[in-house]
């Protein structure tokens, strides 16, 4: 963009140039910056138990943003071919982690200056590149059913491991989904899919009922009490279950904002550090008080939106592969958003996945916001594509 | 490099546009389980928040809301002319708050344990108060887990500071109230903790209720003590209705009348947040102090006993205590009663060491927190002779006006001789007014052979004298309204032998005395293996002491010594009171009563304290006419014992002194052979609309009438003059 200078161009292909530079999907950009700045006000307002952490997410959002514009320029398809290397990237940054120092007792992190780079949140990006990538190839031999399936199974899974290792059980199940996602949308046949539903009933029953049985816990025991918790809540939480005192206190919170909320000085759920990690995975339970189901409405509207505009996008790219990173996306997007919602409004088991955009934290954020630059990169190029016809797709 | 013609993958399926029916078929299935997850997520957020929010808003409501307790005043306790002998006032204090610490307190978290952050708020507040620093051994006692999870009581005594130990101490009881550190400080600290107050984070100048005794160490021990509700012997609440933080009285009328003087705690609602740290407070609910307690205590009657028993146990060194009861004999009302030494209460208002409190009530202190005047018994030595001659009269085994020759001034029966006190030389015929007139101990010691059962086996409970000193209930506590009153003993056969049997029963190491453990220095026995005990050796005989082996058993001699109330007979001062008022009363046995009427604190009368019943000892009026006489004599006879203190008093007095030998076989004079002091005087109302009998008793007094009689005859004084009086104390001839 750097040789663009209006004075020594023509005037059809300024305004040509000058059209092609606004084209970006505007619903999916006021969404998305719309439940950023929802996010900043729930953080704003418990500033006084969360001291600093909105200008934080304030900077998150903003580096998020500009880096969003930036890749929407980038033509996706180019992505491709670094599919491996995103791969290996992958791999390599979730191994990493193990050998920096814990931090609350997990393996996620690698601390910068100012900043935690969180690898499994940036794998998610790196695996839907690379998972799309493979797909792409593989759908060329369509009678080939089976190996695409347990090759993209395993490409997922094992950075699922990795991940669920360090322990963050939540973003693991993000992979998988990613990669069942990809998989769905890529074309892969009915029995293929009803084989994967079965792995993963026999996987669900293997690791939370018959694992333990014989010996085997993959899961520690308080992830197996997350996913299981919210099935049959205690009436009163015992001392050392946090999960259900987690619970608990959410759905108080959220029930406590009534139809407008509490307002800032009202929510003590949240004010009086009631609700664990408020600011993050409870960040819905502390909208839930302070703006009441009002508030909670039109989060969960602007939610709506973006998933409508994820799966537009899906339909009009231009290619497979714009298709297939829409669709990662979508899936990945969805996931955190309802797996997140309902485990707040406990309708949903505890995992540990934050909400897209509304939680603090910065490696979450930009990685969305980058998310959110794909998808614009996809919307961009396909309108590019197609012409006027994208006009039409458009509404 | 931007647009279609950029670079990139270019190969022909990646122009194909990938739309085809499958993708659509999946879009549209993805697109309804969005539209699902939404409908159910908005479907739930309605019954969360729309439905039930209101049940939510209350379960938020009681998290954040904790009710501290604001403790109520407690109640005064008043004189019979309005005086205050106990008030409760507001003093500025300085308090830790447990929950505002730089390191909340919690129940791991005190006294060994504390945080460095609070031990430096700790030294800090010890340096600005003025207080020690220095370690001393700190008791105190926390709830702990065990191995097992559960919670049990877990005992310390490290090395600690004052105020970490006042802290240690409250912790297991305090969640959300305050801890006071100390009280009375001068304005100075307390603006200077005031205007520093981010460097003393947990600290607050404050007020707090505490007792003040206007009055001094005057009739502490009826007054009674405040302390936290802790029964020390079971663990649990003293008043099981009152609150585990709350201070309840601990002896004394603050103990008897509690529910009276508590009041209703109020509280504060205090907003906390999940760690229970204070956020913030809303409208208090004040308390309701405790209601007064107004006494029968006549409180110059009380000055002037306590000041001339303190002057009569001067007189004779000092170091021995004694005690006074003065009561309306008609009613029961006690007018004064008191009990020396004495102790200002108002040292238990701030936390005592051990060490101070070893001093104030150590072994050599002289016990002052024992009510001698109703928690100690003693023999009480010729004052018992009223009983005596009751029960010789009543029994018919002696006549009013029948004569006993005292022609030696000994009497001896079965080769057992007993002599008059020394100096009392034989007084030759004499009638039982006269023998009460002079307190002749051969002609009660003839009264109690005369009466002494014949076979002790097959009469255990004895005779006529044991009978009517049971008809005077000496062997029950009297139903007095405090804490704690003694009941006297009854030597009777049945009680030698039990004695004797004891004897062997220790020695040998059977029955009860099976097992044995030593607590304190002190043995204590078990008939049962129990956790710590072991087994009794046979030891010789007589080893423990509780009777002489061999023995006799049950010998005329001790019914002798019981008719002159020496030997094992035990009486307290205040029964020795009752029986005196049943003399002045017309033989009626009254219950003691100290309490008058419960007011609230603008002085309205919420309750009357009905007295207990009397009970009608049905004395012939005859022989009781004989018995006055005696005692009139003895008061203002010629040869009476105190009529050189009381012949000279205008109204009728009847009195009778005593002198009893005694061995204590605890406290400062244990082992020294001690004579008892006593001196029981009355004036009936037959001679007075306000009568009074007044029991005096001074431990190693001396004769009763030198010692004794005096503080009677002052009080008396006062009582009927509202003055004391300046008197010539001769020497009776007889005691």
Known sequence: ?395 | MIGPAGGGPTRVDDRVGPMNPQLAVRVAIVGSIALVMFAVIFLRLWFLQVLSGSQYVAQAKTNIVRRVPVPAPRGSILAANGAVLVNSVKVPAILVAPQTLPVPLTATLAGVNDPPADQRVYRRLAVALGMSTRPSTCRYTLSVDNAAGTLVAAHFAPKLAAIPCIVAQHAADITLGTITVATDVPVAEQAYISEHETEFPGVEVSQVSLSEYPQGALAAQILGTVGANANSATGGPLFGNVPAYDEVGQTGLEFQYNRYLQGHDGYARVEVNAQGQYQGETTPVPPTPGDNLRTSINLGLEQVGTRELQAAINNVGGNYGGAFVAMNPVNGQIDAMGSLPSYNPSIFNHPLTQQQYDQQFGANSGDPLLDRAIQSVGPVGSTYKVITATAALQSGQWQPNETFDDATGQFCVSGQCLSNAPGDGALGNINIEQAIEVSDDVFFYHLGALMNVQNPFTQPQGGALQAWSKRFQINRAPGIDLPYAAAGTIPTPAFVEDRIKAEEQCDAGTGPYRYYEVVGGQYQFSATPAKGYVKTPVRPQGYCGIALLPNPGWTVGDNMHMAIGQGDVQVSPLQLTMVYAAMANGGYLVTPHVGEQIETPSGQVVEKISPGPRTNLHISPVNLQTIDTGLRLAASGPIGTSTNVMGSFPLPVYAKTGTADYIPTSGPNKGVDTAYAWYAAYVPPSATSKPIVIVVWVEDGGYGDATAAPVAREMLSQWFYGHTSSFTIGTSAFH
């Open chain 1, 1 to 395: 963009m750097s040789s663009i200078s209006p004075l020594r161009l023509t005037e059809p292909v300024t305004r040509q140039r000058a059209r092609r530079a606004i084209i970006f999907d505007p619903l999916l950009l006021i969404a998305a910056v719309g439940l950023v700045g929802c996010s900043l006000m729930v953080l704003r307002d418990m500033r006084v138990s969360y001291p600093g952490y909105v200008s934080k997410q304030a900077l998150y959002a903003g580096v998020g943003i500009v880096a969003c514009m930036l890749v929407s320029r980038f033509d996706y398809s180019r992505l491709r071919e670094y599919r491996y290397a995103a791969y290996g990237l992958l791999v390599l940054l979730n191994l990493i982690v193990y050998a920096m120092p814990a931090i609350q007792n997990a393996h996620r992190w690698i601390p910068f200056p100012l900043f935690n780079f969180q690898s499994s949140e940036f794998g998610k990006l790196l695996l839907i590149l690379s998972l799309a990538a493979v797909m792409v190839e593989r759908s060329r031999r369509p009678q080939s059913g089976w190996r695409t399936t347990f090759r993209m199974l395993a490409m997922a899974l094992v950075p699922a491991l990795l991940v669920i290792g360090q322990p963050d059980l939540g973003t693991g199940l993000v992979y998988v989904t990613v990669g069942v996602g990809i998989l769905f949308f890529g074309g892969i046949g009915w029995k293929q899919l009803a084989g994967i539903g079965g792995l993963a009933v026999f996987a669900a029953v293997m690791v939370i009922a018959v694992g333990p049985a014989v010996g085997v816990n993959v899961l520690h025991g308080y992830q197996k009490q997350r996913l299981t918790t919210f099935i049959n809540p205690p009436k009163v939480c015992g001392q050392n279950d946090s999960t259900c005192y987690q619970l608990q206190q959410g759905l108080i919170a959220i029930g406590a904002g009534q139809k407008t909320g509490q307002g800032i000085k009202g929510a003590s759920q949240i004010q009086g550090l009631f609700v664990p990690v408020a600011d993050a995975d409870f960040v819905f339970a502390a909208l839930g008080d302070f703006y009441g189901f009002a508030g909670a409405a039109l989060v969960l509207s602007l939610y709506a939106l973006l998933i409508w505009r994820a799966i537009r996008i899906m339909t009009m790219a231009k290619n497979l592969y714009g298709t297939l990173l829409a669709g990662g996306i979508l899936s990945m997007l969805m996931f955190q958003v309802f797996v997140n919602v309902g485990m707040t409004i406990g309708i949903m088991p505890v995992t540990g996945v934050p909400l897209p955009l509304m939680s603090y934290g910065g490696s979450s954020v930009l990685v969305t916001f980058l998310a959110i630059g794909l998808l614009q990169s996809v919307y961009i190029q396909a309108r590019l594509a197609s012409g006027a016809k994208a006009r039409v797709l458009l509404v």
